[in-house]
């Protein structure tokens, strides 16, 4: 008999942004921190990071401009956290969508469809996970956020794999690489699509990201 499955966890971005998990758990000052961070996405997806002071916050949200600062010590730190906050939305889908799988062959494809059935659903993210690259690629103490969003992407989908591997069908090694492999097509047209006209639409990117996949697991399963 097949070990029970282990339910997925939700990896731990920071105190504040844990807490979003569940809003009705919220005090009043997390509530306000949860304002001012809904702003900030939605200002760096309509116009971009020049609408992200404390004042232009402070008016979208109806909060002076000590009360935003006093949530948040500075704009990098602002920034930061609109960051984690993104990557946990990311989670909170992904592994939602996840534990609908009914087999293991669906849920590794659910495991390659959830980024784009999240960016799908909430397209304002695109804007600030590019954002998110520049700022990974222009200052060291950002590149954590990275990190943990490509490994935690890994993981993943190494763990999908494991009924592939127990089976003895494809190694350790071979998962590993295949998962990385896998997230960096995931990564390529996401970016692609967010940032360029790019001539496919979201599902189709989806569906073509699935099929290589699939393929390039069948191609590791014959060697």
């Given at each position: ?196 006209h790019y001539p496919h639409s979201i599902d189709q990117l989806k569906n073509m990201t699935v099929a290589t996949a699939f393929k390039l697991l069948d191609s590791?399963?014959?060697?």
């Amino acid at each position: 008999m097949r070990p029970k499955k282990k339910k997925t966890e939700l990896p731990v971005a920071s105190p504040l942004i844990f807490a979003r998990i569940d809003s009705t758990r919220l005090t009043k000052g997390e509530k306000r921190k949860q304002l001012i961070l809904d702003a900030m996405i939605d200002a760096i997806a309509k116009k971009g990071l020049d609408e992200t002071s404390f004042d232009t916050i402070g008016k979208t949200t109806k909060m002076l401009r000590t009360h935003v600062s006093y949530y948040f010590s500075n704009r990098e730190e602002m920034i930061r956290s609109t960051f984690e906050y993104t990557i946990q939305s990311l989670q909170r889908v992904t592994v939602a969508y996840i534990e609908g799988a009914k087999n293991d062959k669906q849920r590794f494809q659910r495991t390659i469809e959830a980024p784009f059935v999240w960016l799908k659903k909430y397209p304002k993210f695109g804007p600030v996970i590019a954002l998110m690259y520049y700022y990974c690629a222009h200052k060291a103490s950002f590149k954590p956020l990275q990190d943990m969003l490509r490994q935690m992407g890994e993981k993943r989908h190494v763990g999908c794999l494991e009924p592939w591997v127990q089976a003895k069908k494809i190694t350790r090694a071979q998962a590993v690489a295949l998962a990385r492999l896998i997230q960096t097509i995931q990564t390529g047209y996401l970016v692609q699509y967010f940032n360029s006209h790019y001539p496919h639409s979201i599902d189709q990117l989806k569906n073509m990201t699935v099929a290589t996949a699939f393929k390039l697991l069948d191609s590791e399963s014959k060697r």
